[in-house]
C-alpha cells in the first residue's frame, strides 16, 4: 500500500509539475525559434461539415474576407453526407473561390481524404465549421513555412464566452489557456504534441491518407508531418474563435467521444513513442497522451491506498482528507454549475477537472471493449451565439 501510495503521489507531481518544468528546462537549453518570413503560398482551406447549416454561412462569409491574396486561396467544404440545407447554403456562394465536395456519408476522415484530392493549394489548412478567424490568420500560419524544417502549425484556439453557459465553460477556457502555454513551451524543444482541429496547417506534400476512421482527425494528420521528420510548432497570432459547449452534459459527450478516438489515434502512431528515433518528443508524447489518460486510474490508487494508510500516520491522513475534500467541491460545482455561486474558481476547477478525467476513465473502458466512433456527430453550438 505505501509503495502505491508513493508511487501514486510521484506520478501525479510528474504529470502536472515536473513535466512542465521540464519543457521549461529543454525548451531554454534547445531554443529551437522557427525563422518566420511574409510569405503567401498557396493555401487550400478545408472545412469538414455534416448537418452545419446554422454554420457554414458564417463561415464562409468569415473565409472570403481573410486578408490572403485571393487568387492564393482556395476553399474547400467536404459535405459528409448532409442532409440539412448545407449544401444548398454552400452552393448558393459565387466566389469562385468556394468549392462544394457533396459527400457519401461515411466520416470526418474520408471527407477530409477526399478533399485534400482536389486541393491545389501548397499548404493544407484544416478548420471546424463553427470556428471564425482572425483576418491575418492564414498570413500568421504560412509565414512560418519559410522555415524549411517547419511541416505543420498549429494555430491559436479562443473560446468566446457564452451567456448561457455553465460553469463547465470556465473549467475548459481555464485548460485551454494552460494549454497554450505548454505548446509555446514545447514549440522550442523542437515540436508540439498535436494541433487542435479549429487551426492547424500542413505542407499538402506531408499529406498521406488517413485510413483508419476511428481516430482523431487533427492529431492524426498533425503529427503525420512529425513522423516525416519535420518541426509541428504553434502559432499564437493564428488566432480563431469558437464557443465552448453550454452544458457539461454535453461537454462530457464530447470529451468520451474524443479521447475514445484519442487513444485509438496513439495506437495509430504509436512508432512515434520510440525517442530513440523522435527524441524528446516521444517524452512529450507519453507523458500528455498516456499518462495523462491515465491520472484516472492513478486517483483512485491514490484514493484507495491514502484511506487504507491513514491510521499510518499524518501524511496519509492528509491526503485522504484532503482528497474527499476535493471531490466533495467537485460535486458541489456540478450541482451548482448553473449558478452564480458555481463559477467560484474553488467549484468549477475541482468539478471540471473530475469531468475531464471521468471522461477519460469511460473513454478508456470503451476502447478495451473495442468500442469505435467512426462517424462524427458534432456537437455545436453556433457561431457567435
Given at each position: 500500500m505505501r509503495l502505491a501510495f508513493w508511487m501514486s503521489i510521484a506520478a501525479l507531481l510528474y504529470v502536472y509539475g515536473g513535466f512542465a518544468m521540464l519543457i521549461i528546462i529543454v525548451g531554454r537549453l534547445r531554443q529551437r525559434q522557427v525563422r518566420k518570413q511574409e510569405i503567401t503560398p498557396t493555401v487550400s482551406l478545408i472545412i469538414a461539415a455534416y448537418n452545419e447549416e446554422k454554420n457554414i454561412a458564417a463561415r464562409l462569409d468569415?473565409?472570403?474576407?481573410?486578408?490572403?491574396?485571393?487568387?492564393?486561396?482556395?476553399i474547400i467544404v467536404a459535405s459528409d453526407g448532409s442532409d440539412d440545407a448545407t449544401n444548398a447554403i454552400v452552393?448558393?456562394?459565387?466566389?469562385?473561390?468556394?468549392?462544394?465536395?457533396?459527400?457519401?456519408?461515411?466520416?470526418?476522415?474520408?471527407?477530409?481524404?477526399?478533399?485534400?484530392?482536389?486541393?491545389?493549394g501548397e499548404i493544407l489548412v484544416f478548420s471546424d465549421a463553427n470556428s471564425?478567424?482572425?483576418?491575418?490568420?492564414?498570413?500568421?500560419?504560412?509565414?512560418?513555412?519559410?522555415?524549411?524544417?517547419?511541416?505543420?502549425?498549429?494555430?491559436?484556439?479562443?473560446?468566446?464566452?457564452?451567456?448561457?453557459?455553465?460553469?463547465?465553460?470556465q473549467g475548459e477556457d481555464l485548460y485551454w489557456s494552460y494549454d497554450k502555454w505548454l505548446k509555446e513551451m514545447e514549440s522550442l524543444t523542437g515540436s508540439i504534441i498535436s494541433a487542435h482541429g479549429a487551426i492547424y496547417a500542413i505542407r499538402r506534400?506531408?499529406?498521406?491518407?488517413?485510413?483508419?476512421?476511428?481516430?482523431?482527425?487533427?492529431?492524426?494528420?498533425?503529427?503525420?508531418?512529425?513522423?516525416?521528420?519535420?518541426?509541428?510548432?504553434?502559432?499564437?497570432?493564428?488566432?480563431?474563435?469558437?464557443?465552448?459547449?453550454?452544458?457539461?452534459?454535453?461537454?462530457?459527450r464530447r470529451k468520451v467521444r474524443l479521447m475514445t478516438r484519442g487513444i485509438r489515434s496513439i495506437l495509430l502512431r504509436r512508432s512515434l513513442l520510440n525517442p530513440?528515433?523522435?527524441?524528446?518528443?516521444?517524452?512529450?508524447?507519453?507523458?500528455?497522451?498516456?499518462?495523462?489518460?491515465?491520472?484516472?486510474?492513478?486517483?483512485?490508487?491514490?484514493?484507495?491506498?491514502?484511506?487504507?494508510?491513514?491510521?499510518?500516520?499524518?501524511?496519509?491522513a492528509a491526503v485522504a482528507a484532503g482528497q474527499i475534500l476535493f471531490y466533495s467541491l467537485a460535486c458541489c460545482g456540478y450541482l451548482?454549475?448553473?449558478?452564480?455561486?458555481g463559477r467560484l474558481k474553488f467549484l468549477y476547477i475541482p468539478f471540471f477537472y473530475c469531468l475531464a478525467n471521468f471522461a477519460a476513465l469511460v473513454a478508456m473502458i470503451k476502447v478495451l471493449q473495442g468500442h469505435q466512433i467512426e462517424r462524427w456527430q458534432p456537437q455545436r453550438t453556433v457561431s457567435g451565439a
Open positions: 468569415n473565409a472570403i474576407k481573410l486578408d490572403y491574396p485571393a487568387e492564393a486561396l482556395q452552393a448558393s456562394y459565387s466566389d469562385s473561390r468556394v468549392h462544394l465536395l457533396e459527400l457519401p456519408r461515411r466520416g470526418k476522415i474520408p471527407a477530409l481524404n477526399d478533399a485534400v484530392k482536389h486541393a491545389t471564425m478567424y482572425d483576418a491575418q490568420a492564414l498570413r500568421m500560419l504560412s509565414r512560418n513555412f519559410a522555415d524549411a524544417q517547419v511541416g505543420g502549425v498549429a494555430g491559436n484556439t479562443i473560446y468566446t464566452k457564452l451567456s448561457k453557459s455553465d460553469s463547465s465553460s506534400d506531408l499529406y498521406r491518407p488517413i485510413t483508419d476512421s476511428a481516430v482523431t482527425d487533427d492529431f492524426a494528420i498533425s503529427t503525420l508531418v512529425i513522423e516525416q521528420g519535420y518541426r509541428l510548432v504553434f502559432e499564437s497570432e493564428a488566432r480563431a474563435y469558437e464557443p465552448p459547449l453550454p452544458a457539461a452534459e454535453r461537454e462530457f530513440f528515433r523522435y527524441g524528446f518528443y516521444s517524452v512529450e508524447l507519453f507523458t500528455h497522451k498516456v499518462l495523462r489518460r491515465l491520472v484516472p486510474c492513478i486517483l483512485l490508487v491514490l484514493l484507495v491506498s491514502s484511506v487504507a494508510l491513514q491510521s499510518r500516520g499524518m501524511i496519509y451548482l454549475r448553473e449558478q452564480k455561486l
